[in-house]
C-alpha cells in the first residue's frame, strides 16, 4: 500500500524559482530521509532528519513526526537539480535501519 | 562520503539461469540492504545483514537469496532468473547513523 505518498508526482519548475516536494506518512514513521536520483541513476543523500528542519545551501527540508509528513524546499532551482526526489521513512518498531520508500518525485529545471 | 561497488553494473541473463550480483563497501558499516527498483518507481527492499553470516528477508525476498561472507561483502543470488526480476539494484550500507549510502546500482535485463 501507499505507506508512504509523495507529492506531486512530477513537477516542472523554471531555472531561479522555488518550490516544494511533500511525502505524506501513513506509518509511525520516526526517522526520513531524502535522496536525489540524478539522470544517470545515481542516488545521492541530501538530508537524514529526526523530527525538525535542516538546511544546506538551496535545500531546505522538514519533518513534522506528530502530523506525519515532510516537506523538501528548493530555493532558486538549478539546471543540476533536475531528477527524480525520493523520501524514505525510518519506522518504529521496524528493524533498524529499514527504510519505506515513496514512489518519488520526477523534478525538471526549465531554463 | 560512504563508498559502495556494486558488480557487475550491468549484466543480461538467460531466464532460468543463475545470477550473482555482488556488493562491497569500505566504510565499516554494519548494515547493508539489497534493494531494487522497477521503472519509474521507487526502491523496495529484498534482503538486509546485520552482521556477518546473517541475512533477513526483507519486503520482497521471493526468488532471491542473500549472502553476507564478511562484513564488507553482501550478495544477492538469483538462482532461477525469471523475466519479472529484470530491475535495477541497489546495494547500500549504513553504521550506527543510520543514514544510507547507495551503490551506482546494477542493470540486469533477464531474456
Keep these: 500500500g501507499d505507506q508512504v505518498k509523495q507529492s506531486p508526482s512530477a513537477l516542472s519548475l523554471q531555472e531561479g524559482t522555488n518550490s516544494a516536494l ?18 544517470r541513476g545515481s542516488l545521492m543523500n541530501l538530508f537524514y532528519l529526526v523530527p525538525g528542519t535542516k538546511e544546506n545551501g538551496r535545500l531546505k527540508s522538514t519533518f513534522n513526526s506528530k502530523e506525519s509528513y515532510s516537506t523538501l524546499h528548493i530555493r532558486d532551482a538549478q539546471l543540476e537539480d533536475s531528477g527524480t526526489y525520493f523520501c524514505a521513512a525510518g519506522v518504529r518498531g521496524s528493524a533498524l535501519g529499514r527504510l519505506h520508500f515513496g514512489a518519488g518525485t520526477q523534478l525538471i529545471v526549465i531554463p | ?110 531474456l
Excluded at chain 1, 509511525?28 to 531524502?34: C, G, I, Y
Excluded at chain 2, 539489497?34 to 528477508?57: C, F, P
Design chain 1, 22 to 39: 511533500r511525502c505524506n506518512f501513513s506509518i509511525a514513521t520516526t526517522t526520513v530521509q531524502w535522496f536525489l536520483q540524478n539522470p
Design chain 2, 1 to 110: 562520503e560512504a563508498a559502495v561497488t556494486q558488480s557487475p553494473r550491468s549484466k543480461v541473463a538467460v531466464t532460468g539461469g543463475k545470477v550473482t550480483l555482488s556488493c562491497h563497501q569500505t566504510n565499516n558499516h554494519d548494515y547493508m540492504y539489497w534493494y531494487r527498483q522497477d521503472t519509474g518507481h521507487g526502491l523496495r527492499l529484498i534482503h538486509y545483514s546485520y552482521v556477518a553470516d546473517s541475512t533477513e528477508k526483507g519486503d520482497i525476498p521471493d526468488g532471491y537469496k542473500a549472502s553476507r561472507p564478511s562484513q564488507e561483502n553482501f550478495s544477492l543470488i538469483l538462482e532461477l532468473a525469471s523475466l519479472s526480476q529484470t530491475a535495477v539494484y541497489f546495494c547500500a550500507s549504513s553504521g550506527t547513523e543510520d543514514t544510507q549510502y547507495f551503490g551506482p546500482g546494477t542493470r540486469l535485463l533477464v
